[in-house]
């Protein structure tokens, strides 16, 4: 007999408000419909997701679902990546551009994915002494980037570095450039892009061509603090230590992921 | 004339260019590690996937697969890769597994080591170049090199 309580679902805030009732309330449908609905916590900023996430393995919780966009997904991963359990992804309004690489729909399709039950293991990217899953973010400054202790990169200007893990990075080469340049990264290797800044007229900046090294360990260290953003949640630094580490989640994916 | 066989010399052109068709596809597919301009690399730079440089690198540079110097980058290293093309600077020995191209402006200061050379006209090359397939050449090549060395030790000491 199935337990009880075996699917956990965790709403991000946002879907409080009207305009996402129709949709959640198509989706607690078909979840009944498919026979894994189950209890609905709701995250706030006061809630810490490892915490309930922990509680709710002790009560019985094998797979706990995420319900909200890139920022939810982010929020609660980076925070509950060690919890023994699986866990889904249910994407639903717009800034979903992880659920793509994963390669579930939005919204009520996504249900259909969940039914399934493909689990794949996912790297999560450890960041000093964090997780992170989707990306990391370092706002321009001047820095000096130490890869697997063997070389190191440095610009003659400032340098702005992303870290993607699961979410794609896109970048425009200059305002007037319409067309964004879409890169995914593959798995089993976190991507780097280094973006360097050179100096235009007196205080404008330009953007050039981003370096790509796919790489498991990197440091980046500056003379002085920069900022730091990794899942949406921003931090000052002066060194930072990024590593990958293999085979950490177990997550639900759609048949179309993109690794 | 003009029904005239194939001379092997054809042969071969049509050969290279049948080649040179797959590794560009192959380059296209898998890009992997890209220098960007005015990012400068020190240190032992290695990769197990292709490497485009347009940067800066010194130290020592190593792929499996393909590498690739664009126009303005310099390259202050011993380099070994499976194929490569030289469009950039490149100031150290080349040891390449595969085939290694120099275009019109490629500038290289440096022995190089390989299998097949391609070389277009414009292109600056100070260096040996040395190729496997010439039976008795390595023995030939080194007997007068350790001799030119005694000699020029001998000069220096003198």
Partial sequence: MRQKCMYVYLYDNFLRQKKYDSIIKAVEVRLTDYGIAGKILRLNNFIDPKQIIDDEIKRGAKTVVIVGNDATFGYVLSRAATCNCTFGFLPVGGNNTISEVLGIPTDVQACDVLSKRRKESLDVGWMNNRYFVSQLHVLPAKLKVVYDERFAVTANEKMEVVVCNLQPFYWKKDKKDQAEQVVHPQDGKLEAFLRPLTKQGWWGYKYEDPSVFPFEEMEIVSDSPFTVEADGKVSKEVKVKIKLAHGKIDMIVGRNRKF | ?158
Wanted: aromatic share 4%.
């Fill in chain 2, 1 to 158: 004339m003009i029904f005239q066989k194939p001379t092997p010399k054809n042969v071969v052109e049509e050969e290279m260019t049948q080649f040179d068709a797959q590794t560009v596809a192959e380059r296209v597919d898998e890009v992997e590690t890209i220098v960007g301009p005015s990012v400068n690399v020190e240190g032992d730079f290695a990769s197990e996937g292709n490497i485009i440089v347009k940067g800066t690198v010194s130290g020592s540079v190593h792929t499996s697969r393909f590498l690739s110097v664009e126009p303005g980058a310099k390259i202050m290293a011993n380099v070994r890769a499976g194929t490569a093309k030289i469009s950039g600077e490149v100031k150290g020995n080349l040891k390449i597994r595969e085939t290694i191209e120099l275009t019109s402006t490629a500038k290289v200061l440096g022995d190089i080591e390989c299998r097949v050379l391609s070389v277009e006209p414009g292109a600056l090359l100070f260096g040996k170049v040395s190729m496997p397939g010439i039976e008795g050449a390595e023995v030939r090549n080194v007997k007068p090199r350790t001799s030119r060395r005694g000699e020029e030790t001998a000069e220096a000491g003198e």
